[in-house]
């Protein structure tokens, strides 16, 4: 093991985030205050989307979405294999049931065809996953979800920022959720945000993030003072705070920054490794751009000797961090026995995962490491070949 090892990712946190959070802590004001008013304003501008409604995950924020479109357990949320079970689970809290669907091979992006086929009568809600940062089809996507008085949630947790011909996500469907966990493009260590239109929405996300407690009641009664709250529905715990606030206003301003010095890394590693026969990377669509929260490449098992498992161990060994995005849904053990699933159904997803692994790509990264990521990649290429 080499000392100076890649990490796979590490947050790009500078003197910026360290005086917002110093600031926040001698305010007095570390639960949800001002700061993550600032913030979630600050967001909304940023996307170009009316309501920004931060809370403490992705999973917080698309649980509270369904909740608001009304979901119950005889419906189903359809919903993409290849990607984090979170995206699936949220069906599973209402007693719903999540209708996997399999990707196109070429993007890893849910495949339009599929889902078409995989709409009943009781399809309620489909998630589209922007796998990596790349966009899924969303004018098919949307025009099917019209076709049927079916609702979209976006699982935007890779896309920020992302564009789809011109228009940015989060501004595309009725509801869209990011996330701000410790790896993804904007951190602010746990964190979510719900970007909607929808006034409704919006109102019913709000009040049901904390505790049901309804503001607007609050207001009506309150002549006696600021000690009164109205709970109007059993809610959750799922708001955000200044402390992670201090941190996403921080990182806001620099998102595109970020974005940029990712872009040349995704395309330093595409122009290094696009004729390499000993992996495949993800195809590109020409009328969107990616965020590259990800740069996933598929082994070319056949020609090699070694399995992914040992590739990624033969990269740690010298001295790079590799993940797995992911382990598609339908392989994990309670998805698999409660909802009766098969591999052979999910050919695209089951055949990608065996050969999946994701590079490091985040701006700290100097050019000496990308280049030398691209070195020992291809090395390791050439000495396993068959
Ligand atoms: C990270 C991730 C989530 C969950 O985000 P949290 O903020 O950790 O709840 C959901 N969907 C996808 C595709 C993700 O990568």
Redesign the pocket.
Same mark, same amino acid.
Not at 57 to 62: C, D, F, L, N, Q
């Given at each position: 093991m080499t000392e100076d090892f890649l990490a796979f990712h590490k947050p790009f946190i500078s003197e910026d985030e360290i005086e917002e959070m110093v600031d926040t802590l001698r305010s007095g004001w570390i639960s949800m205050g001002p700061k993550t008013l600032q913030f979630e304003e600050a967001f909304g501008n940023y996307i170009g989307v009316k309501n920004s409604i931060a809370v403490n +995950?992705? &999973? $917080? $924020? !698309?649980h509270l979405t369904l909740e608001a479109f009304g979901i119950g357990k005889d419906d189903e949320v359809i919903v993409p294999t290849m &990607? =984090?079970p $979170? &995206?699936a689970e949220i069906a599973c809290y209402f007693g719903a049931k999540p209708v996997l669907v399999d990707v196109e091979d070429e993007t890893l992006n849910i495949s339009v065809d599929l889902l078409e086929k995989a709409i009943t009568p009781k399809t309620k809600v489909i998630i589209p996953?922007h796998?990596g940062g790349q966009p899924c089809d969303m004018d098919e996507i949307n025009a099917l979800a019209v076709k049927h008085g079916i609702r979209v949630l976006e699982?935007a $947790? #890779?896309a920020l920022p992302a564009v789809y011909k011109g228009r940015k996500v989060g501004t595309i469907s009725e509801v869209t959720c990011f +996330?701000?966990?410790a &790896?993804?493009t904007l951190s602010t260590g746990? !964190? !979510?945000m719900i970007c909607t239109e929808n006034e409704e929405i919006s109102e019913r996300c709000k009040v049901m993030r904390l505790h049901g407690i309804n503001r607007d009641a609050w207001n009506r009664y309150n002549e006696s003072g600021s000690w009164y709250y109205e709970v109007v529905a059993p809610g959750y715990k799922y708001n955000f705070t200044d402390l992670q606030a201090s941190l996403g206003l921080a990182q806001l301003k620099k998102v595109d920054l970020m974005w940029q010095r990712r872009k040349e890394i995704a395309q330093r590693y595409t122009e290094a490794l696009k004729d390499n026969d000993g992996i495949r990377l993800i195809t590109m669509k020409a009328d969107r751009e990616s965020s590259w929260h990800l740069f996933p490449i598929r082994l070319n098992l056949e020609a090699l000797k070694i399995n992914r498992a040992q590739f990624i161990d033969q990269l740690k060994d010298a001295g790079i961090g590799a993940a797995v #995005? =992911?382990m598609p849904v339908h392989m994990h053990l309670y998805y698999k026995e409660t909802l009766s699933l098969d591999d052979k159904d999910f050919p695209a997803a089951t055949n990608a995962f065996h050969r999946l692994l994701s590079l490091p790509i985040y701006p700290g990264m100097t050019e000496a490491q990308v280049e030398r990521v691209i070195d020992v990649l291809t090395s390791l290429l050439s000495k396993f070949r068959k």
């Open positions: +995950s992705w &999973t $917080a $924020a !698309g &990607t =984090f $979170a &995206t996953v796998y699982d $947790a #890779h +996330s701000f966990y &790896t993804k746990e !964190g !979510g #995005h =992911f």
